[in-house]
């Protein structure tokens, strides 16, 4: 009995010794005429699909909830949007050369016909980001057809 209690007391104390590792929830300053959705002038379905969908990991405008601020969910969010905006960024897309920003949109295009994306532990808990098989398709649509989104 006197090992369980001390086993929970050690639990307890980890849980709160780690809230002191706190992840940087402040996103960085949004510039719109980076902005994928500015530059690439998408009709409002794709957008609102792509900022449910997709804007959370591959953006700066990424929405904390509040989990994000318990750790250790927060590391694992943490890493996620890190890897994602390294991945792609939606919002530094003006930075991209011509090239680059053909080869993302067709990576997005293939991620989203297999269903990699958006990640499904994401999914899990945003129910809303959960690409419909019509949003699926109009998202695979727009940007198989869009080679070259600096163009136009
Ligand atoms: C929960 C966070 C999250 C969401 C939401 C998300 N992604 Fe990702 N995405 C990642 C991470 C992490 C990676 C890199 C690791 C990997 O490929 O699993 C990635 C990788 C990618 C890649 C690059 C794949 C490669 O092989 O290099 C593309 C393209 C992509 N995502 C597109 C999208 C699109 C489009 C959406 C929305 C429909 C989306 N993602 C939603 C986290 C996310």
Redesign the pocket.
Known sequence: MKNKRFIIILVIGILLIIQLFRINTTNPEIIQNKDYLTVSGAPQEIRTN?KN??Y???SYETNYPWYSKVAPVSWLLKN??Q??RE??NFSAWGDYTPEKQVA?QE??AG??EKN????K??TIIHTK?K?TPGSKKS?VVWFGQIKNSSNR
Do not use: K, V
């Not at 990699?116 to 990640?119: A, D, E, G, Q, V």
């Open positions: 792509l969908s997709c959370d990991c591959h996620h949007i890897e994602g991945h792609i993302l990576e997005c991620e989203i990699n994306m958006p990640l532990s994401y980001a690409l998202l």
